[in-house]
């Protein structure tokens, strides 16, 4: 008999979890009433699908099988602690390992140490798509888990804490890679809109605004690590805790985060606090790429002396839309348009923008026209929406008029003539990869004889050239 190679075994032995992997149902109509009881019933690798018509409150409890994907159906499936927590800790706390979380609501999460979750993290790799967090006393908690990697896309945080200044938005602790994109982090109280201690954090086309809320920091990477922050809409509301709107290696550096380099490219930052300092970076860092960013609002840049910062709008000339309503496109005739220059690469990671954020927790592909304009959005250079989700559900109704950004516009607006929010993104996003894109070489447009930036090779790429062909005029200069 031939034997089998250990690759090959490894092969078979694949393809045999996979044949074995069932999907579970969940609901009035499912063959488990409630999420935690089909957790307990399924096998590794199996798919939980959860009947958004369900009732499913106080259903919370540990998920401690491997490699599964649970997904709510028909919407948003809306799992309330109503007063019950797992383990002291959270409504799930997922101790398995490469565990995917797809469309799910958590809220009312509390715990007698102020510390509780929808979601408590104590496995090895995690995915979160299109899910909503609100009104916990954490959105996400992860602990220290070394090789660990976690992905969140697409979903949306709100007015989650304990109001003690040490619970959050989302909290993500010593991991090996944080990748956050295309998600709306919001109105936190008196906590952090984002916390990360990973060794490497991606941080990319989200919207991550206090507006109304209490929040401290917007970001906050107390540990340093390598930190890409890229295409981001970021604000700091007018009762903020903190003046600063992120913070880097505030507490000092670790030996799980060996690196120390900060990327800052193509954000657009508001304070519309009295005072404040967009960058606050503490002395451990490395000199900070600080490129093509918007700093509205007042308040100095950065505090780091050494900090490298090019092509950057700091001045009192107008430059967005309508700050105040959250609009933060480009006005036609902003000093940001044309005013940026290719970010070029960082670390081996190109820091050339390819998406814009859509509200609410969506994305488009972006593309730069011309000489690439400063900040998160590029005029006109909006393609088909992507990604999006359906995760304002109820998260959303508590805001009011805080945080209603303007939806108004074209996505196929031509050439630089004009920029507009574009279509609001919804249904679940298709990727699922770690967001670590290359730039591909600037090509030439013949049919409108102008030279496009890059359109870079992502998730977003097909759009991207099926939004080239609208483009067929640019501004005239």
């Known amino acids: 008999m031939r034997r089998l190679l250990p690759s090959s075994f490894a092969l078979v032995l694949g393809l045999s979890s996979q044949a074995q992997a069932a999907t579970v149902t969940v609901g009035p109509q499912g063959t488990h009433p409630a999420p935690c009881?089909?957790?307990?019933?399924?096998a590794d690798g199996d798919t939980i699908e959860i009947d958004s018509a369900g009732d499913y409150a106080g259903d919370v409890c540990g998920i401690t099988k491997n490699q599964l994907t649970i997904r709510g159906v028909g919407g948003?499936?809306?799992?309330?602690?109503?007063g019950k927590n797992a383990q002291g800790k959270a409504i799930w706390v997922v101790q398995g390992d490469d565990t995917v979380?797809?469309?799910?609501?958590?809220?009312?999460?509390t715990v007698p140490d102020l510390n509780g979750a929808g979601i408590r993290q104590e496995g090895k790799n995690l995915t979160v798509r299109g899910c909503s967090f609100h009104d916990n006393e954490n959105g996400i908690l992860a602990g220290d888990s070394a090789g660990s990697e976690i992905l969140i896309e697409n979903s949306e945080f709100n007015h989650n804490g304990a109001g003690d200044g040490y619970s959050h938005n989302l909290y993500?602790?010593?991991?090996a890679k944080l990748t956050f994109r295309y998600n709306w982090s919001h109105r936190a109280v008196i906590g952090h809109l984002l916390k990360s201690r990973?060794?490497?954090n991606y941080v990319l086309y989200n919207r991550i605004t206090g507006e109304d809320g209490t929040s401290s920091y917007e970001l906050d990477f107390p540990n340093g690590g390598k930190t890409y922050v890229i295409g981001n809409l970021i604000e700091q509301g007018e009762t903020t805790d903190n003046p600063s709107l992120l913070a880097y290696i505030e507490e000092g550096a670790t030996a799980t985060n060996p690196s120390h380099a900060l990327f800052v490219v193509n954000n657009t930052?508001?304070?519309?606090?009295?005072?404040?300092t967009f960058l606050n970076i503490g002395d451990a860092a490395a000199p900070a790429v600080v490129k093509n960013n918007v700093f509205v609002g007042?308040?100095?840049?950065?505090?780091?002396?050494?900090?490298?910062?090019?092509?950057?709008?700091?001045?009192?000339?107008?430059?967005?839309?309508?700050?105040?309503?959250?609009?933060?496109?480009?006005l036609p005739d902003s000093p940001c348009v044309d005013g940026g220059a290719d970010p070029g690469d960082g670390d081996g990671y190109a820091l050339l923008?390819?998406?814009?954020?859509?509200?609410?927790?969506?994305?488009?592909?972006?593309?730069s026209l011309g000489t690439i304009d400063i900040g998160a959005y590029e005029l006109g250079g909006d393609a088909e929406p992507t990604g999006g989700t359906g995760a304002g559900g109820s998260a959303s109704s508590a805001n009011g008029a805080a945080g209603k950004a303007s939806s108004a516009g074209s996505s196929s607006s031509a050439g630089k003539s004009g920029g507009g929010a574009g279509p609001v993104g919804s249904g679940a996003s298709a990727s699922s990869s770690g967001g670590t894109t290359s730039a591909n070489d600037a090509k030439e447009d013949s049919g409108c004889g102008c030279r496009l930036g890059r359109v870079n090779s992502s998730p977003h790429s097909v759009l991207a050239v099926l939004g080239l062909l609208a483009l067929r005029r640019r501004r005239a200069r």
């Open 101 to 109: 979380i797809e469309n799910v609501e958590f809220t009312g999460a």
């Open 353 to 367: 923008p390819d998406a814009h954020y859509l509200q609410p927790a969506g994305s488009s592909a972006r593309v």
């Open 76 to 82: 948003l499936a809306k799992i309330d602690a109503d």
């Open 172 to 175: 993500i602790n010593h991991v």
């Open 37 to 42: 009881t089909a957790f307990a019933a399924a």
């Open 198 to 200: 990973a060794a490497e």
């Open 269 to 276: 930052f508001v304070n519309a606090r009295s005072s404040g």
């Open 298 to 330: 007042p308040g100095v840049p950065s505090n780091q002396a050494g900090a490298l910062l090019s092509n950057n709008h700091t001045d009192a000339a107008p430059c967005l839309v309508d700050a105040a309503a959250f609009d933060y496109h480009l």
